[in-house]
T-cell receptor, first 114, second 114 residues
Framework: DTEVTQTPKHLVMGMTNKKSLKCEQHMGHRAMYWYKQKAKKPPELMFVYSYEKLSINESVPSRFSPECPNSSLLNLHLHALQPEDSALYLC?????????????FGQGTRLTVV | AQSVSQHNHHVILSEAASLELGCNYSYGGTVNLFWYVQYPGQHLQLLLKYFSGDPLVKGIKGFEAEFIKSKFSFNLRKPSVQWSDTAEYFCAGTLSGSARQLTFGSGTQLTVLP
């Protein structure tokens, strides 16, 4: 199983809503990532978890709150988002962080903030 | 700053034409390099990767890439493209400097005309 599964595939939310994105992998990977991708742009790293601990936060606004409940799951909690936060949110995992490892990406959640 | 760059933003080819997409990186230390493809509406898929060893790397779907350390390049090639190769192509690298996280180039949109 080399899949990273993300749910939901599409999400429309209002600026006052609270929602969560979920990501799951069963490859035994100990590093998990959240990326944000705008149309026609490359993915931008948001957060990195290594062994279930947050190791990198790329200056992401606090309205995005990551959580790693266990080694297979990664959540992204959303609250009070802005329309400019509309994007494709990608989850990825790898055996470890850094060199000598490749990342596997999920299909993404396409988020629209209205 | 460590970076990965792609200078071809949009490439248009006819079927059976040969393809070469450019990728350069800006770091002189240890690098791991990757090419990902993103078909319309789909997730990122790994085409090929270079960690060490033979600088000519063969990937899936008939793609290959050559790591040329002296030119800081990792260009993607395919001898004969098909309409189904129409997609966005991202070069990415993990560089051994302080960041040590996957960094993406800006992407190249390939359109193959039937």
């Amino acid at each position: 199983d080399t899949e990273v599964t993300q749910t939901p595939k599409h999400l429309v939310m209002g600026m006052t809503n609270k929602k969560s994105l979920k990501c799951e992998q069963h490859m035994g990977h100990r590093a998990m990532y959240w990326y944000k991708q705008k149309a026609k742009k490359p993915p931008e790293l948001m957060f990195v978890y290594s062994y279930e601990k947050l190791s990198i936060n790329e200056s992401v606004p606090s309205r995005f709150s990551p959580e790693c409940p266990n080694s297979s799951l990664l959540n992204l909690h959303l609250h009070a988002l802005q329309p400019e936060d509309s994007a494709l949110y990608l989850c990825a995992s790898s055996q470890a962080t850094g060199l000598w490892t490749e990342a596997f990406f999920g299909q993404g959640t396409r988020l629209t903030v209205v | 700053a460590q970076s990965v760059s792609q200078h071809n933003h949009h490439v248009i080819l006819s079927e059976a034409a040969s393809l070469e997409l450019g990728c350069n990186y800006s770091y002189g230390g240890t690098v791991n390099l990757f090419w990902y493809v993103q078909y319309p509406g789909q997730h990122l898929q790994l085409l090929l990767k270079y960690f060490s060893g033979d600088p000519l790397v063969k990937g899936i779907k008939g793609f290959e890439a050559e790591f040329i350390k002296s030119k800081f390049s990792f260009n993607l090639r395919k001898p004969s493209v098909q309409w189904s190769d129409t997609a966005e192509y991202f070069c990415a690298g993990t560089l051994s400097g302080s960041a040590r996280q996957l960094t993406f180039g800006s992407g190249t949109q390939l359109t193959v005309l039937p």
